[in-house]
């Protein structure tokens, strides 16, 4: 199975951009239905993105739509996540997980068995 570490995390200003990355070993990572997750302190953690193990679907939480875009190389063994137009609001530690599926354009946004360890996003004000 796939260990996945994420990256790109930082401090941002309101309205600014961050790309985060996920990198993948020890698995192939064209089998696996990626996903991005966020936890901001004090609440549960949340969807916030998907995509297919073949980049053909995607999937994003109301909150984001229209301002992160998820993509995926996998030659690179790669998921990213997009962030434009930041907030304070989108202040969080952002994860990454995964989920091994045989379908190439299954999503979901609950059923991930894998996860990385997180990086902080804060967007000041």
């Known amino acids: 199975q796939v260990q996945l570490v994420e990256s790109g995390g930082g401090p941002v200003p309101a309205g600014g951009s961050l790309r985060l990355s996920c990198a993948a070993s020890?698995?192939?990572?064209?089998?696996?239905?990626m996903g991005w997750f966020r936890q901001a302190p004090g609440k549960e953690r949340e969807f916030a993105a998907a995509?297919?193990?073949?980049?053909?679907?995607?999937d994003y939480a109301e909150t984001v739509k229209g301002r992160f875009t998820i993509s995926r190389d996998n030659a690179k063994n790669t998921v990213y996540l997009q962030m434009n137009s930041l907030k304070p609001e989108d202040t969080a530690v952002y994860y990454c997980?995964?989920?091994?599926?045989?379908?190439?354009?299954?999503?979901?946004?609950?059923?991930?068995?894998?996860w990385g360890q997180g990086t902080q996003v804060t967007v000041s004000s």
């Open positions: 997980a995964a989920r091994y599926t045989s379908d190439p354009y299954y999503l979901t946004r609950g059923e991930y068995a894998l």
């Open positions: 020890g698995g192939t990572f064209s089998r696996y239905a």
């Open positions: 995509i297919s193990r073949n980049g053909g679907s995607t």
